[in-house]
């Protein structure tokens, strides 16, 4: 009997660990799906900013920005679209399926006459982070010339700058010059 006991305490305390160590795979699972999930919640809300930013400035502007397909006959999946600011006209070609191809046109053509204000990203960023039920303690923006690799502008604020949950560097312009990164600290 004494031997059947021991035998009970040993298995019940294997059965213990294994329970532990099952909870604590749980729990590290739980928290990286929450970071990733986060982190998709972030870098959905730095292209939102970065898009109502870009409408903003095209509305302090006014209607001086003016863009057109050219008329064509063929399926092609290439279309060109003119671009026409003031005395300047550009022809570009793009896929006719890129969605994001008129906002990239016109943030490269922006980025020389009116630069993308990290304030205001910061600022539409936060909201679109609240309005996804993800509430932001602090979050700051950098403005990134990629082709450099160096930061145009940020609004970073001053000393120790740890805690925070990066957005993958987000393609602004056609050229893939200019790049746009969310920092947040969220709580998770």
Do not use: H
């Not at 099952?22 to 809300?45: F, H, P, Q």
């Not at 063929?74 to 994001?100: A, F, W």
Request: hydrophobic share 40%.
């Amino acid at each position: 009997m004494k031997k059947s006991t021991g035998y009970l305490k040993c298995t019940a305390v294997l059965a213990l660990m294994a329970a532990l160590v099952a909870l604590g795979v749980w729990v590290t699972e739980m928290y990286r799906s929450s970071t990733v999930s986060c982190i998709k919640t972030v870098d959905n809300c730095l292209v939102k900013a970065a898009d109502e930013e870009l409408r903003i400035r095209m509305f302090s502007l006014g209607d001086k920005f003016k863009t057109w397909i050219e008329p064509t006959n063929n399926i092609s999946e290439y279309i060109t679209k003119t671009i026409q600011y003031e005395d300047t006209i550009i022809y570009v070609r793009v896929r006719q399926d890129d969605v994001t191809a008129m906002n990239k046109i016109r943030q490269f053509y922006f980025q020389a006459i009116q630069a993308l204000n990290t304030k205001n990203v910061d600022s539409i960023f936060k909201r679109c982070m609240a309005e996804n039920s993800l509430p932001v303690k602090a979050s700051y923006i950098e403005y990134l010339d990629l082709k450099k690799n160096t930061l145009i502008a940020s609004n970073a604020p001053e000393g120790k700058l740890s805690g925070y949950l990066a957005s993958n560097a987000d393609t602004l312009d056609i050229m893939k010059s200019i790049g746009v990164r969310a920092y947040a600290k969220v709580p998770l």
